[in-house]
Nanobody, 121 residues
Framework: QVQLVESGGGWVQPGGSLRLSCAAS????????MSWYRQAPGKERELVAA????????NYADSVKGRFTISRDNAKNTVYLQMNSLKPEDTAAYYC??????????????WGQGTQVTVSS
């Protein structure tokens, strides 16, 4: 059974840091591109960061560039999101996503259940 389990969320004050983890199982993790999405109340889910299967390329939303870092450890089947200098607008449920493409199109697409991040004073 395919599973993506996020952890590391919680409450932090503005300017603080948090590290999210996503543990994967049930599929060949090293063959998938991984990403983090977030969804705030009343808003659609948006892409935060993405990383290729071999960690040779990353992509970030403009709002988090310079503050967030996505990384992965294929030996541990885990993807991480290091979040620094957190702002109240970063408050959202964060979701882990796994995608494998074939012939330039998505073939498989898996989602975790999310972990809540709240940034406030």
């Amino acid at each position: 059974q395919v599973q993506l389990v996020e952890s590391g969320g919680g409450w932090v004050q503005p300017g603080g840091s948090l590290r999210l983890s996503c543990a994967a199982s049930g599929f060949t993790f090293s063959s998938y591109a991984m990403s983090w999405y977030r969804q705030a109340p009343g808003k659609e889910r948006e892409l935060v960061a993405a990383i290729t299967s071999a960690s040779d390329s990353t992509n970030y939303a403009d709002s988090v560039k310079g503050r967030f870092t996505i990384s992965r450890d294929n030996a541990k089947n885990t993807v991480y999101l290091q979040m620094n200098s957190l702002k109240p607008e970063d408050t959202a449920a964060y979701y882990c996503n796994a995608v494998r493409s074939r012939w330039g199109r998505p073939e498989y697409n898996y989602w975790g259940q999310g972990t809540q991040v709240t940034v406030s004073s």
